[in-house]
């Protein structure tokens, strides 16, 4: 079982659909991460949190907007996506952000499909 | 551009024999390497890891080369078996740059044949 708690497991959603991803994790780790993996691509980057501030934004479309409520939990609210956002999307932690020994932990991912 | 590349989509192995999944990058600011293993419908999950300063790694079954001067690293599992069938990513990281953006590569699927 992995330690990072992702819901829900799959979603679809029509265009003009408001719904929220949840990422939750107890391993007191105080950097969490969004990725984004299109089919036979590797992750990619979308937003980092630091002790619950967002300290990275790789120019994600304000469609998707992050919140992290506390050290545990991450959310990625979404709204208005396009079907080319269809993606699994995968949330991250570890204990900070920026050191070796500190690898990433990934949940299962939400397979999203927007239609 | 990508930095982080993995020129082999796929690999297939027989039980017992070692398996080589090859990986190369082209930015030579990156100080951490690791590997990650993916199953169908799992995340990610870490596997090993390497330091710029080292040239191995070992942990078990598994050991990560680095060649600096070639920006090359290699992950051997020795003995495959069949559980270790799998998508492998190769992930990069300069913890010394603004970012500390990890940039993993396209990934290989290792089949490992009983």
């Known amino acids: 079982d992995t330690e990072v708690t992702q819901t829900p497991k799959h979603l679809v959603m029509g265009m003009t659909n408001k719904k929220s991803l949840k990422c939750e994790q107890h391993?007191?780790?105080?950097?969490m991460y969004w990725y984004k993996q299109k089919a036979k691509k590797p992750p990619e980057l979308m937003f980092v949190?630091?002790?619950?501030?967002?300290?990275i934004n790789e120019s994600v479309p304000s469609r998707f907007s992050p919140e992290c409520p506390n050290s545990s939990l991450l959310n990625l609210h979404l709204h208005a996506l396009q079907p080319e956002d269809s993606a699994l999307y995968l949330c991250?932690?570890?204990?900070?952000?920026?050191?070796?020994?500190?690898?990433?932990?990934f949940g299962n991912g939400t397979r999203l499909t927007v239609t | 551009d990508q930095q982080v590349k993995q020129n082999s989509p796929s690999l297939s192995v027989q039980e017992g024999r070692i398996s080589i999944l090859n990986c190369d990058y082209t930015?030579?600011?990156?100080?951490?390497f690791l590997w990650y293993k993916k199953y169908p419908a799992e995340g990610p999950t870490f596997l090993i890891s390497?330091?710029?300063?080292?040239d191995k790694n070992e942990d078990g079954r598994f050991t990560v080369f680095l060649n600096k001067s070639a920006k090359h690293l290699s992950l051997h599992i020795v003995p495959s078996q069949p559980g270790d069938s799998a998508v492998y990513f190769c992930?990069?990281?300069?913890?010394?740059?603004?970012?500390?953006?990890?940039?993993f590569g396209t990934g290989t699927l290792l089949a490992v044949q009983p």
């Open positions: 991250a932690s570890s204990q900070d952000q920026g050191t070796n020994n500190s690898p990433l932990h």
């Open positions: 391993m007191g780790h105080r950097a």
């Open positions: 949190y630091s002790y619950e501030k967002l300290s």
């Open positions: 930015n030579s600011m990156f100080d951490y």
């Open positions: 390497i330091s710029s300063i080292k």
């Open positions: 992930a990069a990281v300069n913890y010394g740059g603004a970012t500390n953006k990890l940039i």
